[in-house]
């Protein structure tokens, strides 16, 4: 028998504790938590204990609830729900399974329509021009969802998919009663499924991707033209020729693993040089029609699967097949990965049957690619389509090959957002549309700036010349603005990284609809078109073209109660109302809310990925308020066993009078620079009428630094030592 790997195995806990389950005749409850439950039928009384496809952690804390029986009906109460079950002998219906929201919420009974389903995401967006159809979420307006888990595989003691083997009408259902509370409901979906991994650090930086037979010196030469021109990059991804295409008449060079040494003569030369600039690289994978005879590693793959090189038979690419898939990795993969390769660009586009019944090869890529590529503890990512519930623990998402089109541009911060109600909050876009229709210097720029507050920036196109995807191939302003554009993507680093470790610890995805944070207020459910960003931000990019008449563009803007600044200009507005935002080309519609604390890198023309030793922190006036920042190696897992930092920023408003506090950060002390200059900016502030600093307890001399002639006021240099506490007052009456 082969066995799965050791490396690719989980930690599965999928026994409920038996005191959460009651069971009455052919149907079992477990009460997952006060406001989920599962609920089985089986006609011959076997019910499911082995992890699904999504569900692997069905061992929670048992939560208070009181479980009545009378004759054949069984009351189930919770601190929010009521289950009431009258068990006829027959599959669930209507009149014999139904649960209340407590104390006076609606009623569900089973079968019930979804109607106010909020919707989750899609597979891709593939040759979208604009909106595609959603599949379910998780958050309704209804108060309730229902997943059905019924037909999906389960894992077996190896680690590897198989058939549930179920009774023909068997149910597994998991009902989820939150109401409004959306947060929780998000967070306990991933308490019972898996969390989303912290992604590397330098994935959060600028990619590069374009479908073209480059040259290794092209590459190296457009490389050098990035940084040249002050555009800073963190990932150059290597399309499909990178091997073999034109392997003979007739044969589809769409799958391959050999490279092809006419554009790339030293691989691992070239690899390595890209690494020497600060950059990561991934190959973009087809892997549909197996290994053919002309790879290289195809005489090891056919002797590894008991078949007579000498026939040069095509190895059917099987990956329901274990003894195929350690072989797929082991052969195919693993050498690519010795000579630099630092992740894959899985591009699966062909469809969802396998060999096993009911498994969708794009699903079992994802999770099979992940944990390999973190088997030596590296940490796991993957590049590819979304497979079904489940995949937000594996990120990032490849969201396919769009129309060059505004209406492309203007669905996608509803479509990215909303992914957030699975839990999939790592969506990466090709940046300026991949194929067709238009280009369109202004349509470029508003997707470049929408792609910087999106949670992966990443240029990319289709092979045609027309579609131009260089900040520099356009003219001076668009340069000029998307420079800026992709240099501030880099200094959010900071904050993007804290962001993706929230996801890990909160389930709180970077970019989120509006009523994630505002579930009883009508207006959240009516701006689609602008999103929640990390937990300070409110985005609403510009995604239509500008009004030629006036030369600006416009976006309708809600803005929740509180007061907001706008990020750019640092103009101040009164929340709880309605904006009809402007804008010229260089303009976003970006707020940040009263009390927020934004730390960022440098602005840099090249780099700017690794922990700063220059930190920028920037106080939003009218509010207390807190950031904590997360910083580690940014690569490995070590950060699970205690090997980060966190540091902790404070301010305090009072009677005129701000209170800010830099404290230590407490955790791994070598992981940050053991000397860091601070500079601070205060918004919403005129100049104070003084400013005092202590370091440690000692006075420390700062003043309003003069020749800083942006808006608010910014404060001179702070040079700390790693463990030191800075306390600055500042009299502003």
């Not at 040259?215 to 490389?223: G, V």
């Not at 609809?513 to 931000?537: K, N, S, V």
Request: glycine share 10%; proline share 6%; charged share 20%.
């Amino acid at each position: 028998m082969i066995v799965q790997p050791a490396y690719a195995r989980i930690h599965f806990d999928p026994v409920a504790d038996p005191r959460a389950v009651v069971v009455v005749g052919s149907a079992r409850f477990t009460v997952v938590t006060s406001r989920l439950i599962r609920m089985e039928y089986s006609p011959d009384g076997r019910f499911e204990d082995r992890p699904s496809q999504a569900f692997w952690y069905r061992r929670q804390y048992v939560p208070e609830f009181r479980a009545e029986q009378a004759g054949n009906e069984l009351v189930l109460v919770t601190e929010y729900l009521r289950l009431t079950y009258r068990d006829g002998g027959e599959p669930f219906g209507p009149v014999s399974l139904s649960i209340a929201l407590l104390p006076d919420g609606p009623v569900w009974h089973y079968g019930d329509a979804d109607i106010g389903n909020l919707k989750g995401t899609a597979r891709t967006l593939d040759e979208a021009d604009g909106k595609v159809v959603l599949e379910p979420g998780l958050l309704s307006r209804d108060g309730w969802t229902v997943v059905d888990d019924s037909h999906t595989l389960v894992f077996d003691e190896r680690g590897w998919l198989v058939d549930r083997n179920a009774a023909e009408g068997a149910l597994d259902l998991y009902f989820f009663g939150y109401g409004l509370a959306y947060r929780d409901a998000l967070r306990d979906y991933v308490r019972l499924t898996g969390r989303t991994s912290l992604l590397p650090r330098w994935a959060l930086g600028n990619w590069w991707s374009r479908y073209w037979e480059y040259h290794d010196a092209d590459l190296r030469q457009l490389m050098t033209d990035f940084r040249d021109h002050d555009v800073p990059l963190s990932v150059c991804i290597i399309d499909m020729d990178w091997h073999l295409v034109d392997v003979g008449e007739g044969v589809d060079g769409w799958t391959g693993y050999t490279w092809n040494t006419a554009l790339f003569a030293d691989p691992a030369d070239f690899i390595r040089w890209l690494h020497d600039q600060g950059l990561r690289t991934a190959l973009n994978l087809h892997p549909a029609l197996g290994v053919r005879k002309h790879e290289a590693m195809y005489v090891a793959m056919a002797d590894r699967l008991g078949i007579d090189p000498a026939t040069e038979a095509t190895i059917p690419f099987d990956i329901a097949n274990p003894a195929f898939a350690q072989a797929y990795f082991e052969l195919l993969h693993h050498p690519q990965e010795a000579i630099g390769v630092d992740f894959w660009w899985i591009d699966w586009q062909q469809g969802k049957r396998s060999a096993l019944a009911g498994l969708d090869p794009l699903w079992w890529l994802n999770h099979l690619h992940f944990y390999d590529l973190g088997r030596d503890g590296k940490r796991p990512f993957i590049f590819s389509r979304w497979g079904g519930l489940g995949n937000h623990r594996y990120p990032i998402g490849f969201s396919g090959d769009t129309i060059v089109s505004w209406e492309s541009l203007a669905f996608q911060p509803y479509f990215t957002a909303t992914a957030a109600n699975v839990a999939y909050g790592w969506w990466s876009h090709d940046i300026g549309g991949h194929m067709d229709g238009t280009e369109d210097r202004e349509l470029y720029t508003r997707w470049v700036q929408f792609g910087v507050f999106s949670p992966i920036f990443r240029l990319h196109s289709t092979k045609n010349p027309v579609h131009e995807r260089r900040p520099w191939g356009y003219d001076e302003e668009v340069l000029c603005i998307t420079r800026d554009a992709m240099q501030l993507r880099h200094a959010l680093i900071p904050y993007l990284y804290t962001m993706s470790w929230l996801d890990e610890t909160e389930a709180r995805s970077l970019m989120r609809p509006m009523y994630h944070d505002y579930p009883e207020r009508e207006e959240a459910y009516g701006c689609p078109q602008q999103y929640l960003f990390g937990t300070d931000f409110i985005v609403a990019p510009y995604t239509e073209p500008l009004d030629r008449k006036i030369g600006m563009a416009t976006q309708t803007v809600w803005l929740p109660p509180g007061d907001w600044y706008h990020f750019l200009n640092g103009r101040r507005y009164s929340g709880d109302a309605w904006y009809t935002m402007p804008g010229r080309l260089d303009d976003i519609p970006v707020f940040v809310r009263a009390g927020a604390i934004v730390p960022l890198g440098p602005r840099v023309g090249w780099g700017g990925v690794e922990n700063p030793d220059e930190l920028h922190l920037h106080f939003y006036a009218g509010a207390d308020g807190r950031f904590v920042l997360f910083e580690d190696d940014g690569v490995s897992l070590s950060y699970r066993d205690g090997s980060c930092a966190l540091a902790q920023y404070e301010q305090y408003w009072r009677d005129g009078q701000i209170d800010i506090t830099i404290m230590p950060a407490g955790g791994d002390p070598a992981i940050t620079p053991a000397q860091r200059t601070y500079y601070l900016y205060l918004h919403g502030v005129t100049e104070p009428e003084q400013v005092v600093a202590r370091v440690n307890g000692a006075p420390y001399p700062v003043s309003v630094d003069r020749s800083y002639g942006g808006e608010g006021v910014r404060l001179t240099s702070i040079i700390l030592e790693r463990t030191a506490v800075a306390e600055i007052v500042l009299r502003t009456t």
